[in-house]
Each structure stands twice: as C-alpha cells, then as structure tokens.
C-alpha cells in the first residue's frame, strides 16, 4: 500500500503531464477524479512508488477516451 502523500503527488504529476499535452482538458475535468482512484485501487493492489504510480496514471490518461466521463 502506498502512503497518502505519495499517491496525491503521482496523480498531480500525471494530471499535470497530461494538461500539458492536452491544454484544451480544463483543470478540474472529472478525468482528474477517475485517474485518482485508478492509482489509489493499483495503490491498494501492490507497493509503489509516486514515480512509478505516476508513470501508471499517465497510461492510464492515455487510454481514456476523449469522451470520458
């Protein structure tokens, strides 16, 4: 299981990367809160670091379909 801490800094380095190549996506798109539960549940499933979390959260943006939501 992987702390607080470090699970809200992977999923604000993959919101933040995924902004970044998507700037038409507003800040406070619901995507923000499927890819939170999404590393929180791969938290859940095994040990992780935020880095390896947040390498798993921008996959995770990537798959989503633009219609998401």
């Not at 038409?24 to 590393?39: F, G, I, K, M, Y």
Request: glycine share 2%.
């Amino acid at each position: 299981m992987v702390d607080e801490v470090a699970l809200m800094r992977a999923a604000e380095t993959a919101w933040t990367a995924h902004r970044a190549r998507h700037p038409d996506v507003d800040a406070q798109d619901s995507r923000r809160c499927l890819l939170e539960r999404h590393l929180q549940r791969r938290g859940d499933e095994r040990e992780s670091d935020a880095e390896e979390l947040a390498s798993f959260g921008i996959a995770y943006l990537h798959r989503l379909p633009e219609d998401e939501c």
